[in-house]
Protein backbone atom coordinates (compact mmCIF):
# COMPACT_ATOMS: atom_id res chain seq x y z
CA UNK A 1 0.00 0.00 0.00
CA UNK A 2 1.03 3.64 -1.08
CA UNK A 3 2.22 5.76 2.01
CA UNK A 4 -0.61 8.51 1.26
CA UNK A 5 -2.69 5.68 1.14
CA UNK A 6 -1.61 3.67 4.15
CA UNK A 7 -1.61 7.06 6.16
CA UNK A 8 -5.22 8.23 5.36
CA UNK A 9 -6.59 4.79 6.26
CA UNK A 10 -4.33 5.05 9.62
CA UNK A 11 -5.78 8.20 10.45
CA UNK A 12 -8.99 6.87 9.75
CA UNK A 13 -8.61 3.69 11.92
CA UNK A 14 -7.23 5.62 14.79
CA UNK A 15 -9.74 8.92 14.03
CA UNK A 16 -12.93 6.85 14.24
CA UNK A 17 -11.98 5.25 17.35
CA UNK A 18 -11.30 8.71 18.73
CA UNK A 19 -14.51 9.73 17.49
CA UNK A 20 -16.31 6.85 19.32
CA UNK A 21 -14.33 7.27 22.29
CA UNK A 22 -14.61 11.06 22.84
CA UNK A 23 -18.25 10.81 22.66
CA UNK A 24 -18.65 8.17 25.09
CA UNK A 25 -15.96 10.33 27.02
CA UNK A 26 -18.28 13.81 26.45
CA UNK A 27 -21.22 12.07 27.54
CA UNK A 28 -20.66 9.62 30.37
CA UNK A 29 -17.63 10.12 31.75
CA UNK A 30 -17.06 14.25 31.45
CA UNK A 31 -20.17 15.00 33.87
CA UNK A 32 -18.67 12.77 36.50
CA UNK A 33 -14.99 13.34 36.64
CA UNK A 34 -14.57 16.62 34.58
CA UNK A 35 -12.78 16.87 30.80
CA UNK A 36 -9.25 16.92 32.21
CA UNK A 37 -9.54 13.94 33.92
CA UNK A 38 -11.76 12.21 31.19
CA UNK A 39 -9.07 13.36 28.57
CA UNK A 40 -6.44 11.40 30.79
CA UNK A 41 -8.35 8.14 31.15
CA UNK A 42 -9.15 7.96 27.49
CA UNK A 43 -5.45 8.34 26.36
CA UNK A 44 -4.80 4.38 27.32
CA UNK A 45 -7.74 3.26 25.12
CA UNK A 46 -6.35 5.50 22.30
CA UNK A 47 -2.88 4.04 22.15
CA UNK A 48 -4.56 0.81 22.09
CA UNK A 49 -6.39 1.74 19.34
CA UNK A 50 -2.95 3.09 17.49
CA UNK A 51 -1.01 0.46 18.33
CA UNK A 52 -3.84 -2.04 16.93
CA UNK A 53 -3.87 0.01 13.95
CA UNK A 54 -0.44 -0.33 13.22
CA UNK A 55 -0.36 -3.39 13.43
CA UNK A 56 -2.83 -4.18 11.20
CA UNK A 57 -1.22 -1.42 8.81
CA UNK A 58 1.95 -2.98 8.82
CA UNK A 59 2.37 -5.95 6.98
CA UNK A 60 0.80 -4.35 4.09
CA UNK A 61 2.51 -1.16 3.82
CA UNK A 62 4.97 -1.06 1.13
CA UNK A 63 8.83 -1.20 1.36
CA UNK A 64 10.28 1.58 2.99
CA UNK A 65 6.92 3.42 3.34
CA UNK A 66 6.16 3.06 7.53
CA UNK A 67 7.27 6.58 7.95
CA UNK A 68 6.04 8.52 5.63
CA UNK A 69 3.11 6.86 6.62
CA UNK A 70 2.99 7.97 10.37
CA UNK A 71 3.59 11.30 9.03
CA UNK A 72 1.07 11.64 6.54
CA UNK A 73 -1.00 10.36 9.50
CA UNK A 74 -0.10 12.72 11.60
CA UNK A 75 -0.56 15.48 8.96
CA UNK A 76 -4.21 14.21 8.47
CA UNK A 77 -4.71 13.89 12.46
CA UNK A 78 -3.38 17.80 12.84
CA UNK A 79 -6.07 19.43 9.73
CA UNK A 80 -8.91 17.53 11.60
CA UNK A 81 -7.54 19.05 14.61
CA UNK A 82 -7.11 22.31 13.65
CA UNK A 83 -10.47 22.53 11.43
CA UNK A 84 -12.67 21.41 14.63
CA UNK A 85 -11.32 23.20 16.73
CA UNK A 86 -11.24 26.54 14.44
CA UNK A 87 -15.12 25.67 12.71
CA UNK A 88 -16.76 23.65 15.11
CA UNK A 89 -15.35 24.95 18.55
CA UNK A 90 -14.94 28.96 17.27
CA UNK A 91 -11.33 28.53 19.18
CA UNK A 92 -8.19 30.07 17.70
CA UNK A 93 -4.71 28.57 17.23
CA UNK A 94 -3.09 29.17 20.33
CA UNK A 95 -6.24 28.08 22.14
CA UNK A 96 -6.34 24.63 20.11
CA UNK A 97 -2.11 24.23 21.10
CA UNK A 98 -1.96 25.25 24.27
CA UNK A 99 -5.28 24.40 26.09
CA UNK A 100 -6.27 25.04 30.25
CA UNK A 101 -5.27 23.09 32.03
CA UNK A 102 -2.19 22.01 29.57
CA UNK A 103 -1.24 18.22 31.22
CA UNK A 104 -3.91 16.76 28.83
CA UNK A 105 -2.59 18.41 26.02
CA UNK A 106 0.77 16.98 26.83
CA UNK A 107 -0.49 13.35 26.88
CA UNK A 108 -2.36 13.94 23.87
CA UNK A 109 1.13 15.18 21.96
CA UNK A 110 2.89 12.21 23.40
CA UNK A 111 0.49 10.01 21.94
CA UNK A 112 0.41 11.93 18.82
CA UNK A 113 3.84 10.71 18.76
CA UNK A 114 3.27 7.56 19.42
CA UNK A 115 0.90 7.50 16.77
CA UNK A 116 3.33 8.81 14.67
CA UNK A 117 6.67 6.31 15.08
CA UNK A 118 4.75 2.93 15.76
CA UNK A 119 4.10 2.01 12.65
CA UNK A 120 8.11 2.59 11.74
CA UNK A 121 9.00 0.74 14.90
CA UNK A 122 6.78 -1.90 14.02
CA UNK A 123 8.38 -2.81 10.69
CA UNK A 124 10.77 -5.66 10.70
CA UNK A 125 13.23 -3.64 8.69
CA UNK A 126 13.70 -0.84 11.57
CA UNK A 127 16.10 -2.98 13.47
CA UNK A 128 13.42 -2.68 16.54
CA UNK A 129 11.35 -5.48 15.81
CA UNK A 130 11.74 -8.77 14.01
CA UNK A 131 9.54 -10.95 11.70
CA UNK A 132 6.10 -11.25 13.19
CA UNK A 133 5.55 -14.63 14.12
CA UNK A 134 1.46 -15.72 13.16
CA UNK A 135 1.15 -18.92 15.64
CA UNK A 136 2.16 -16.71 18.76
CA UNK A 137 0.83 -13.06 17.29
CA UNK A 138 4.26 -11.77 19.46
CA UNK A 139 6.63 -10.44 17.47
CA UNK A 140 10.82 -11.49 17.96
CA UNK A 141 13.45 -9.36 18.02
CA UNK A 142 16.01 -11.17 15.16
CA UNK A 143 15.22 -13.42 12.95
CA UNK A 144 14.19 -16.88 14.32
CA UNK A 145 16.10 -19.04 11.67
CA UNK A 146 19.16 -17.40 13.18
CA UNK A 147 18.93 -18.93 16.48
CA UNK A 148 19.61 -21.76 15.82
CA UNK A 149 23.21 -21.11 14.01
CA UNK A 150 26.08 -23.01 15.77
CA UNK A 151 29.68 -21.66 15.47
CA UNK A 152 32.28 -24.32 14.53
CA UNK A 153 33.43 -24.56 17.98
CA UNK A 154 30.00 -25.84 19.08
CA UNK A 155 29.07 -22.79 20.59
CA UNK A 156 26.32 -21.00 20.56
CA UNK A 157 27.11 -17.13 18.56
CA UNK A 158 25.78 -14.64 21.14
CA UNK A 159 25.16 -12.49 18.09
CA UNK A 160 22.72 -14.34 16.68
CA UNK A 161 20.80 -15.26 19.63
CA UNK A 162 17.01 -14.56 19.60
CA UNK A 163 16.95 -12.16 22.55
CA UNK A 164 20.27 -10.69 24.13
CA UNK A 165 19.45 -9.77 27.64
CA UNK A 166 22.52 -8.50 30.05
CA UNK A 167 22.17 -12.04 31.83
CA UNK A 168 22.93 -14.43 28.45
CA UNK A 169 25.47 -11.46 27.49
CA UNK A 170 27.18 -12.22 30.82
CA UNK A 171 26.68 -16.18 30.67
CA UNK A 172 27.67 -16.36 27.24
CA UNK A 173 31.15 -14.60 27.99
CA UNK A 174 31.37 -16.42 30.91
CA UNK A 175 31.68 -19.96 28.93
CA UNK A 176 33.75 -19.03 26.40
Not at 143 to 171: H, W
Amino acid sequence: MPPVRAGAVYFLLVFGTGFVLGTIRTLLVVPVLGAPTAELLETPFMLVAIWLAARWLVPRLAPGAALPTGLIALGFTLVAEVAVGVFLRHLTLPEIAFPHPLLPRLVYYAALLVFTFLPYFLTPSSGIVGNFVPSTTLFTFRNPATMFAIVPDGKSDPGRILCSTPYSIAVTIACQ
